[in-house]
């Protein structure tokens, strides 16, 4: 079956510009991560979703990140004002359940600001 | 102190050598442990769970060591295609679903 996607795959936009990434799980798939991942570093979480619950937000670096999820599906994280320090790659991740062991990654959007 | 910690590595090994890594973390309270493989410029992939009783998959056996904190990935026979970044998992802590991934670390296996 299909995996996680994530649109774009590479983003290039110019310091204080918003983006928009969009990220779509596997179909039945209750929870839903946010990471990002710096050039030579570990994965930083930054937000979770589990079906209709509140999202543990306590991984945004700053209020310029936001992140939506409607339902159980598609999720977009937003950033607003870009700057240089948030050029990463972005990944999101989706699982059954939000206490599964198995976090199924999606190829990530790569973010450059210039 | 971080709170998980890993060698970056590189580890330079030659086909069918056996290769250890190990990870140390820093909350006696976490509660579940993962290896992830991540390949160059890809995403990250769960390799295996840890388990308390240690657990075995092939040529992979992750070991758990609660009393000094740290867990274990061995890989007997290296194959070219182990070459990769291997990501060491921690969640649980406080009840929280939050997953800590250490930096990894970087295997490279040579003919």
């Known amino acids: 079956g299909a995996g996680v996607s994530q649109s774009p795959s590479n983003k290039v936009t110019e310091k204080g510009k918003d983006v928009e990434l969009r990220c779509d799980p596997i179909?039945?798939?209750?929870?839903l991560y946010w990471y990002r991942q710096r050039l030579g570093q570990g994965l930083e979480f930054l937000i979770y979703f589990q079906g209709n619950s509140a999202p543990d937000k306590s991984g945004l670096p700053s209020d310029r990140f936001s992140a939506e999820r409607t339902g159980e599906s598609v999720s977009t994280l937003t950033i607003q004002r870009t700057q240089q320090e948030d050029s990463a790659v972005y990944l999101c991740?989706?699982?059954?359940?939000?206490?599964?062991?198995?976090?199924?990654f999606g190829p990530g959007t790569r973010l450059t600001v210039l | 102190r971080k709170e998980v910690e890993q060698d970056p590595g590189p580890f330079n090994v030659p086909e069918g050598a056996t290769v250890a890594f190990n990870c140390t973390y820093s909350n006696s309270a976490s509660q579940s442990f993962f290896w992830y493989r991540q390949d160059c410029r890809k995403e990250p992939k769960l390799l295996m769970s840890v388990y308390s009783s240690g657990n075995e998959d092939g040529r992979f056996t992750a070991q758990l060591n609660r009393a000094s904190q740290y867990i274990s990935l061995l890989i007997r026979d290296s194959k070219l295609s182990d070459s990769a970044t291997y990501l060491c998992?921690?969640?649980?802590?406080?009840?929280?679903?939050?997953?800590?991934f250490g930096r990894g670390t970087s295997l490279i296996v040579h003919p």
């Open positions: 991740a989706s699982s059954l359940r939000l206490a599964s062991d198995t976090q199924y």
């Open positions: 179909s039945g798939h209750t929870a």
């Open positions: 998992v921690v969640r649980g802590t406080g009840g929280s679903y939050i997953p800590t």
